[in-house]
């Protein structure tokens, strides 16, 4: 659910579920972690989140937002209010794709547990523009780290965090065409990282692109920059500078495909698919060596 509702964020930037799979497997303990909770506590989240799911793809408003705690706040800022209001957006803009989600792991120890989920959306929406036929295909994936305590008896969600997220949106020709973006998945805040995009341009087109980054928020502002032209398989980079505000952020890539005619007075260009790659960059305040001598002073 966390994935669908950031897939929705970014691409209100562009513009202007009706299966699920759940499975478990719990086997992050030879890379470090160590499961500390109950079998019974782990069975009452399995359900917890089936359940959680379930509402999800049903879209019961009311019954999936039961299962936040009412002082709810992700690591983007949004609360339990804006995550009611954007996911009904959601579930308008993406009402058939494949939602997955696969428990990594397990830890519930008393009124407290962390669950890591891997989820994936790929599937066709509602969102379509003018001037390509068809609809938007979304494809996500995410790693995200849910925290969960006791309230009244009852498992409660108070809060998330996405730690690794891409998500492609694309239209017409751009479907079939391999594209990816890709930046690291932390960088400090005010503080310079590289981001770059791979795109196989057909020998038939050319590609129009642009790379940027825009902090993480509800709605999101439509990027303004200008697009360069590709015209065979090629990696593009742009050194980007991290937001100084501490804010989560995305790397983003605006892909137009063109078809090219030239005519012996003009050329004719004409856009037959257009994608939108993103990437997010989770920001983390930058200490200085001042603040760490102060902080020894103590």
Do not use: C
């Amino acid at each position: 659910m966390r994935n669908l509702l950031s897939v929705i964020l970014v691409f209100t930037a562009l513009l202007g579920f009706s299966g699920s799979v759940f499975a478990q497997d719990v086997n992050l303990k030879n890379i470090g972690f160590t499961d500390m909770s109950l079998e019974s506590k782990n069975n009452d989240l399995r359900v917890f989140f089936r359940n959680f799911n379930k509402y999800s793809v049903q879209h019961k408003l009311d019954k999936l937002m039961n299962m936040y705690a009412d002082g709810y706040v992700n690591s983007d800022g949004i609360t339990k209010k804006k995550l009611s209001e954007i996911a009904k957006e959601a579930w308008m803009a993406y009402p058939d794709v494949k939602y997955t989600q696969k428990i990594q792991f397990i830890s519930a120890e008393h009124d407290n547990a962390t669950v890591i989920t891997r989820e994936s959306i790929k599937g066709d929406t509602t969102m379509s523009v003018d001037y390509i036929p068809g609809n938007a295909y979304v494809d996500s994936d995410a790693v995200i780290v849910y925290y969960l305590k006791k309230v009244a008896g009852e498992w409660k969600i108070y809060a998330d965090s996405i730690i690794h997220e891409t998500t492609s949106l694309k239209y017409g020709v751009a479907k079939d065409i391999k594209m990816a973006i890709d930046a690291p998945a932390k960088a400090y805040a005010g503080k310079e990282y590289t981001a770059s995009l791979r795109v196989d341009v057909p020998k038939e087109y050319l590609a129009m692109i642009s790379i940027n980054n825009e902090t993480i928020k509800y709605p999101m502002d439509k990027p303004e920059d200008a697009f360069r032209s590709i015209k065979a398989d090629t990696v593009q980079e742009r050194i980007l500078r991290a937001n100084d505000e501490n804010k989560n952020e995305n790397a983003i890539a605006s892909v137009g495909i063109a078809e090219a005619k030239i005519n012996e007075n003009d050329v004719n260009i004409k856009i037959k698919g257009i994608a939108l790659l993103t990437t997010r960059v989770n920001i983390a305040k930058q200490f200085s060596e001042s603040s760490e001598k102060k902080d020894e002073n103590i």
